[in-house]
């Protein structure tokens, strides 16, 4: 009988629809039966913090769909949805399930997804690592040891780790986030890296501006996983990043209506022509 999980993307990840498939396609290339839920009906409710009675909803909602679908275990895609649920959500609800982190789940089948990888990608490749987290799953040497099956990829060791958690932890420090982007371009210079290759899809969307404007190329680790797997995906993000201002032609006008062109315009453009602040400040 295949293991029987909840895959849970959350809500941040939904600009990234092909990392979605390509965890799902593992999934199943696994033999792992996996339910996918996300978006707005499964949040966690972090993003409410501010607001205890709105939070208090949406855990409860969200562990009481978790406990109706009857799987055992919860598997979590964002560290920030993982968190928020070991520390605080199941220790006020009762959770009839038990939570891990993706990277945790391959790396627990590692044999089993070792001679799926096939397809040689010769890269050598520097990972964006964080401080945070790390300690609740050890992400910063998982991810070096599911990288380092796939054939010819050569994974650069390095000391460096961005504080916080994920690059959304820099934004409210000033002159964080452009040291992080100044010391990543050293490193990945300095290393002669084919690649920096992230973890988590959040840090991915700051990176991937540095292929758009720098020429850096910037991977999520599953797409690395999806080419020596044979899986074909299309990463609309980083092509609307590297379009900027011309990303809606290529969203085309069905999809921008129907998210809403004024929603578009306000909240998601805005994203996709910020190109990384390079220059050292003045004095």
Known sequence: MSERITFWYGCNVLRHGDIIHICLHVLRLLGIDA?????????CGSVKDGNQTAADGMARRTVTKFNNLG????VAWCPTCHSHM????EQAYEANFSTSHFVDLLYEHRGALAPLLKHAVPMRVLLHKHVGFNDKVAVNAKVPALLRLIPEVEVIEDGYAAPGYMCASLAAVPGAMQDMFRRSLRLVAAHRADALVTVFHQCYRELCGLEAGEGTKVFNYVHLLARSLGLE???????????????????????LARVGVKFFERAVLPELVKRPALKEEEK
């Open 35 to 43: 339910q996918p839920a996300g978006g707005p009906d499964y949040c």
């Open 71 to 74: 799987r055992d275990r919860v």
């Open 86 to 89: 070991t520390e605080f959500v």
């Open 233 to 255: 995906y299309v990463d609309e993000y980083k092509e609307w990043k590297k379009s900027g201002p011309n990303a809606g032609a290529l969203i085309g006008e069905a999809r």
